[in-house]
């Protein structure tokens, strides 16, 4: 299995910009694709990004498209977010997670089996 651990949330104004990271560990990091989901108080856990196994394709979530970067470096085991013109809506608890080995993009949260704990972005108005 993998585990993934997030890093770089925090307290931005609006139309600022985050770069969230998230680091793999466990078994062949390029055998998994990577999504990440952001979950704010009260709301269903949404689909914000993914991208496939080695990094050729990408999605993402309606409301993030043109603001928001996925990328990934497979031999650091690493997956980041460029997070730009950041807006109040934006805030959330971001995570990333991975399905099984070998199972392609999902944006349903029930497709993933390995979660990070999670990151809080706040971006204040």
């Known amino acids: 299995q993998v585990q993934l651990v997030e890093s770089g949330g925090g307290l931005v104004q609006a139309g600022g910009s985050l770069r969230l990271s998230c680091a793999a560990s466990?078994?062949?990091?390029?055998?998994?694709?990577i999504g990440w989901f952001r979950q704010a108080p009260g709301k269903e856990r949404e689909f914000v990004a993914g991208i496939s196994w080695g990094g050729g394709r990408t999605y993402y979530g309606d409301s993030v498209k043109g603001r928001f970067t996925i990328s990934r470096d497979n031999a650091k085991n690493t997956v980041s977010l460029q997070m730009n013109s950041l807006k109040p809506e934006d805030t959330a608890v971001y995570y990333c997670a991975a399905p099984p080995p070998g199972v392609g993009l999902s944006t349903y949260p029930a497709s993933y089996d390995y979660w990070g704990q999670g990151t809080q972005v706040t971006v204040s108005s």
């Open positions: 466990g078994r062949t990091f390029s055998n998994y694709v």
